[in-house]
């Protein structure tokens, strides 16, 4: 499985982007798709997580209720609409993909397929 992210930017403060994880390869509706993102000097943190088949969805407390994640069966493509963004929230954005075995999605070590991250800019 690739991954490719995209849509990341230059944004104001309490502005809005919606990144795209387009994947290639074979996916089953057990796989889980992942969003998280790194900060210079900080360690990778979670931000959300969906499984293929969309029946669940995860996020991390900091973007509850401003971040939303979905996917496009169709298309392949796993979404991170993100609203209300806050100077905090410029990073690396990174999009990971495993089998859905794992028993916790808010890992980084729980996915086996990455994609290269998109950068994120909230000016203040």
């Known amino acids: 499985v690739q991954l490719q992210a995209s849509g990341g930017g230059l944004v104001q403060a309490g502005g809005s982007l919606r990144l795209s994880c387009a994947a290639s390869?074979?996916?089953?509706?057990?796989?889980?798709m992942g969003w998280f993102r790194q900060a210079p000097g900080k360690e990778r943190e979670f931000i959300a997580a969906?499984?293929?088949?969309?029946?669940?969805?995860v996020y991390a407390d900091s973007v509850k209720g401003r971040f939303t994640i979905s996917r496009d069966t169709a298309e392949n493509t796993v979404y991170l609409q993100m609203n209300s963004l806050r100077p905090e929230d410029t990073a690396v954005y990174s999009c990971?993909?495993?089998?859905?075995?794992?028993?916790?999605?808010?890992?980084?070590?729980?996915?086996?397929?990455w994609g290269q991250g998109t950068q994120v800019t909230v000016s203040s």
């Open positions: 390869g074979r996916t089953s509706s057990s796989f889980v």
């Open positions: 969906i499984r293929w088949s969309g029946a669940n969805t």
């Open positions: 990971a993909a495993d089998r859905g075995y794992a028993r916790d999605y808010r890992v980084a070590i729980a996915y086996n397929y």
